[in-house]
Nanobody, 124 residues
Framework: VQVVESGGGLTQPGGSLRLSCVTS????????MGWFRQAPGKERERVAR????????IDADSVTGRFTISRDNAKNTLYLQMKSLKPEDTALYYC??????????????????WGEGTQVTVSS
C-alpha cells in the first residue's frame, strides 16, 4: 500500500499549484482520502477530505474558497487544487488514506497510510 505526493514547488503569492497523490496497493475507490499539511514549528493541520463516494469537506477555514479536493477513481489519484496561494500556505503537504473502507474518516488517527509529503513554498 502506497501513496505518493507530487506537484509541490515554489510559487509567488497569488499563484496556483495542483498537488497529486498517486496510490497503489488498495481499492482506492472505497476509501476516504485526505490532505494534511505541516508548517515548520507548527502542528499538523487537516486541510481537506473526500469520501469514497466524492463527498468533500474543507477542514481548514483559512483555505476555504481557495483550495479544492478531488479524486479520480479510474486513475487511483487524489488531487488538491490550490489557488490564490498565500505565504501562510507554505508547508509540507501530505496525502493520507483512511484506515477503514467506506468510513468517513475525520481525525489524523483515522488515517493509516501517509506519503512522504510534497513541499509547497509561497514566497515573493
Amino acid at each position: 500500500v502506497q501513496v505518493v505526493e507530487s506537484g509541490g514547488g515554489l510559487t509567488q503569492p497569488g499563484g496556483s499549484l495542483r498537488l497529486s497523490c498517486v496510490t497503489s496497493g488498495f481499492t482506492f475507490s472505497t476509501y476516504t482520502m485526505g490532505w494534511f499539511r505541516q508548517a515548520p514549528g507548527k502542528e499538523r493541520e487537516r486541510v481537506a477530505r473526500i469520501s469514497w463516494s466524492g463527498n468533500k469537506i474543507i477542514d481548514a477555514d483559512s483555505v476555504t474558497g481557495r483550495f479544492t479536493i478531488s479524486r479520480d477513481n479510474a486513475k487511483n489519484t487524489l488531487y488538491l487544487q490550490m489557488k490564490s496561494l498565500k505565504p501562510e500556505d507554505t508547508a509540507l503537504y501530505y496525502c493520507a488514506k483512511a484506515r477503514r473502507p467506506t468510513h468517513w474518516a475525520q481525525y489524523a488517527s483515522d488515517f493509516d497510510v501517509w506519503g512522504e509529503g510534497t513541499q509547497v513554498t509561497v514566497s515573493s
